[in-house]
């Protein structure tokens, strides 16, 4: 196999320093926005907070940080731009045909193509999941147990981006294929995050209360539970306690536990918080992990076995 070929040539591309530094600076806007904002209100006041209040509230933050923009948002975009990019753009620039013609079969295109994208993109993630918690920890002159519990989280987290990395990067690399305006790809790719991430918490938001979202099995097509329920189970690897505000907040944001409203998490009977909110049984945390890599196995094939069959010209 040769697809090692592509693969370098395109990790020389990618490891662009304009690219690598806007996307980290990117990814650590929330970090400076959470700093900038703790100085300000006084409820997060970590100085005046016992030790285990200040390690537990860093972890909630650094939890809801990491789902929605180090290995959320910005992840995915990255993954659009990229993947979307690899054969519609070969196509416009007119080196398709150039390409092909080298003594190298077509689906090792994509798979080089596609690995070196895998090898930047965690590269960069790894130094955003190793900053994020450093930066914080100067910023807000932490406990340093507060910061040792952070980068306790960082290898589960990793692995999450790891996950999306993969199920995007193989979305976009298969529309790339189906289209040869990458522009328009990557207008698709980007309509398709902002439906995952916010179109499907509003539809949820309407259907629940009315028992449609229930009754008619909503939850096995809403792709942002589903990605929730995902994230869940690389928490839970993780072995870190989540505050039920915190588990509020995701809830809200994804649907994946039964009380979503961080404000009501108190639970009168018992006097207090309960110790932890129940997931939402429509199907386990590894049931919907599976979905997504199925999903995205199959479409990456898809995409390979379409390219095989492109006429080149």
């Known amino acids: 196999m040769r697809f090692h070929i592509v693969m370098l040539k395109t990790l020389k591309d990618l490891f662009s320093i304009k690219r690598s530094l806007v996307f980290l600076i990117i990814s650590l806007i929330p970090v400076f926005i959470f700093a900038n904002v703790s100085q300000?209100?006084?409820?997060?006041?970590?100085?005046?907070?016992?030790?285990?209040?200040?390690?537990?509230?860093?972890?909630?933050?650094?939890?809801?940080?990491?789902f929605i923009w180090i290995a959320g948002i910005p992840l995915v975009l990255?993954?659009?731009?990229?993947?979307?990019?690899f054969i519609s753009k070969e196509e416009q620039d007119g080196t398709l045909l150039l390409l092909a013609s080298k003594p190298i079969r077509?689906?090792?295109?994509?798979?080089?193509?596609?690995?070196?994208?895998?090898?930047?993109?965690?590269?960069?993630?790894?130094?955003?999941?190793?900053?994020?918690?450093l930066l914080t920890f100067n910023l807000l002159d932490l406990d340093p147990s507060a910061l040792t519990s952070m980068l306790n989280m960082v290898p589960s987290l990793y692995l999450y981006s790891l996950f999306v990395t993969f199920v995007f990067g193989a979305i976009s690399a298969t529309l790339s294929v189906l289209s040869r305006n990458r522009v328009k790809v990557v207008m698709v790719l980007v309509a398709l995050t902002i439906l995952i991430y916010f179109g499907f918490s509003i539809i949820r938001g309407w259907t629940v209360p009315l028992g449609v979202y229930d009754k008619y099995g909503m939850n096995y097509f809403d792709v942002n539970?589903?990605?929730?329920?995902?994230?869940?189970?690389?928490?839970?690897?993780?072995?870190?306690?989540?505050m039920p505000p915190i588990q509020g907040i995701l809830g809200q944001f994804t649907g994946v536990y039964e009380a979503t409203d961080p404000e009501m998490v108190f639970d009168p009977d018992l006097g207090a918080m309960p110790?932890?909110?129940?997931?939402?049984?429509?199907?386990?945390?590894?049931?919907?992990?599976?979905?997504?890599?199925?999903?995205?196995?199959?479409?990456?094939?898809?995409?390979?076995?379409?390219?095989?069959?492109?006429?080149?010209?």
């Open 225 to 242: 539970y589903q990605l929730g329920n995902s994230y869940v189970f690389f928490l839970e690897q993780s072995g870190v306690k989540i």
């Open 275 to 313: 110790s932890s909110l129940e997931l939402k049984k429509y199907n386990t945390p590894l049931v919907s992990l599976s979905i997504w890599l199925g999903l995205a196995v199959f479409l990456l094939v898809a995409g390979i076995l379409k390219f095989e069959k492109k006429e080149i010209y």
């Open 40 to 66: 300000r209100e006084a409820v997060f006041n970590f100085k005046v907070m016992t030790l285990p209040m200040q390690i537990q509230m860093m972890n909630g933050i650094f939890i809801i940080m990491s």
């Open 78 to 85: 990255l993954a659009a731009m990229t993947c979307g990019s």
């Open 106 to 133: 077509r689906y090792e295109i994509i798979i080089g193509k596609f690995f070196a994208f895998l090898v930047s993109t965690m590269i960069l993630e790894l130094i955003a999941f190793l900053l994020a918690p």
